[in-house]
């Protein structure tokens, strides 16, 4: 599969809505949770955190600050993942990168982004709430 592009970041004010999207061309999810695609989100002085990830079993994850607000889709004709944000929230800003495929057991928080360059992780797209 491809490397993940990502798009559909940018500058809203608290309240508003992104919807970003993320195709890896080549990449297909199967029905088991083997098979996972997620984001995660990095702000400058802030820990690399899983904000959603998504099973083949249809399981999902939300980290706590944003369950209720965000949700995970998958396109998987169009090997493409959304990440619906809604009601955003000015802790909301930060880099967000696209993971396909993601690990069975990915972490949800570390120090920095790891992965960036990695063949599976997309280059990001930023998202900034002004409050």
């Known amino acids: 599969a491809a490397r993940p592009v990502e798009s559909g970041g940018g500058s809203v004010e608290a309240g508003g809505s992104l919807r970003l999207s993320c195709t890896a061309s080549?990449?297909?999810?199967?029905?088991?949770?083997?098979?996972?695609v997620g984001w995660y989100r990095q702000a400058p002085g802030k820990h690399c955190e899983l904000v959603s990830s998504?099973?083949?079993?249809?399981?999902?994850y939300y980290e706590d600050t944003v369950r209720g607000r965000f949700t995970i889709s998958l396109d998987n004709s169009k090997s493409t993942v959304f990440l619906e944000m809604n009601n955003l929230k000015s802790d909301d800003t930060g880099k967000y990168y696209c993971?396909?495929?993601?690990?069975?057991?990915?972490?949800?928080?570390?120090?920095?982004?790891?992965?960036?360059?990695?063949?599976?992780w997309g280059q990001g797209t930023q998202v900034t709430v002004s409050s």
């Open positions: 993971v396909a495929p993601l690990p069975r057991y990915p972490a949800r928080g570390t120090s920095s982004c790891v992965g960036v360059g990695r063949d599976n």
């Open positions: 998504l099973s083949g079993d249809g399981t999902t």
């Open positions: 080549g990449f297909t999810m199967d029905d088991s949770d083997y098979s996972n």
